[in-house]
């Protein structure tokens, strides 16, 4: 994974005063660790074993990195509702899909009918995933075009979006948890400056999964079309914001980068922020600027901050209505 760094400072005489950053991915050795279980034993076995063979204040928080999971409402009405994804199952079996299932068929001399898009999506993740990572071209990789990726990839752009992204608002909505979390830190940081303290985390290191990023950036508002991704709007989706595999790509991450500057002119200038996706600085909705004043910013996100309650939001309902109603 390439290093972490913060983009240009904001102002002269800035001071760095704590960078919060999350990762769809862990690695060893970080100077301050909060992971999930799963993802912390699968990465750092040997720390499991001896968490004290590195210096690093270590806190396992599946409830805060894995909120999908604590999320009854979530886990009710997406993550087990196969209703949830009739536009992903819509998009299985129509044109687009059928045109590939065609053609891998007839490349591998097979009926279409023993093949489905479930099948031809192995096969293509089969050859993304050595490509990625070894850098080697799989043999399944000379059943599909361009246009054919083009199509696998929708597939899985509207899987994301229907359990992950904007489909749903308790997709976005279960990750609040994590969001008031983040600004927690910032608060504290810009408390212990104001008070001049020194910042008593520095860096803080949430690691997680593409799952634990998705959510949040939905929530914050990033990569939203103006419509839907549906199975019927392929071809009118072409230019759409919301690539999964551009946003949380292998090793994902997010970074919040508070700076404290010294010479600033009024006092909502003094804190400023910066927020980098994948080591690119993202461009605030707020602002369309890569920099804002952490006010601006904090006044932003407001009703999220203060209204979104992850108990109350995550709660199922208690009357009998179906999924659907409710989603």
């Given amino acids: 994974m390439a290093p972490h760094r913060a983009a240009a400072a904001p102002c002269s005489s800035a001071a760095l005063l704590l960078l919060s950053l999350l990762l769809a991915v862990a690695s060893a050795g970080l100077s301050s660790y909060f992971g999930t279980k799963s993802r912390y034993e699968e990465v750092n076995p040997y720390l499991v074993q001896d968490p004290l063979s590195l210096e690093v204040e270590v806190q396992v928080n599946d409830a805060l990195m894995r909120f999908f999971d604590y999320c009854a409402k979530f886990v009710a009405l997406v ?3 196969d209703a949830a994804m009739c536009q992903v199952t819509a998009f299985k079996e129509g044109p687009e899909m059928r045109k590939v299932l065609e053609k891998v068929a007839s490349a591998l001399c097979l009926p279409v ?3 489905n898009a479930d099948l031809v999506q192995v096969a293509f993740l089969t050859c993304s995933y050595e490509l990625a990572i070894k850098n080697v071209t799989s043999p399944w990789c000379s059943l599909f075009s361009e246009e054919d990726a083009k199509v696998l990839e929708y597939l ?3 899987k994301q979006y ?3 992204g904007y489909g749903y608002d308790i997709n976005s909505r279960s990750s609040c948890i994590l969001f008031q979390d983040i600004f927690e830190h910032l608060d504290e940081a810009v408390e212990e400056s104001k008070s001049s303290k020194p910042i008593s985390s520095p860096l803080i290191v949430q690691v997680g999964h593409a799952e634990t990023l ?3 950036l939905a929530l914050m508002g990033f990569f939203k079309d103006d419509e839907p991704l549906k199975a019927n709007n392929y071809i009118k989706q072409t230019h759409r914001k919301f690539r999964s595999g551009r ?3 292998y090793a994902a991450n997010l970074v919040f980068v ?3 500057c010294d010479h600033a002119k009024t006092s909502d200038e003094e804190y400023q922020v910066q927020m980098l996706l994948n080591e690119q600085p993202l461009v605030f909705l707020h602002s369309n600027e890569t920099v804002s004043t952490y006010a601006d910013l904090r006044d932003y996100y407001k009703d999220i901050l203060e209204n979104c309650h992850f108990k109350e939001e995550c709660e199922l ?4 209505v179906t999924a659907v109603d409710e989603l």
């Fill in 258 to 260: 508070l700076y404290h």
């Fill in 162 to 164: 229907w359990k992950r």
């Fill in 247 to 249: 946003i949380v790509p």
């Fill in 214 to 216: 998705q959510p949040l």
């Fill in 317 to 320: 309902p208690k009357i009998n």
């Fill in 156 to 158: 899985n752009d509207l």
């Fill in 113 to 115: 009918e023993e093949l």
């Fill in 79 to 81: 993550e087990e509702n």
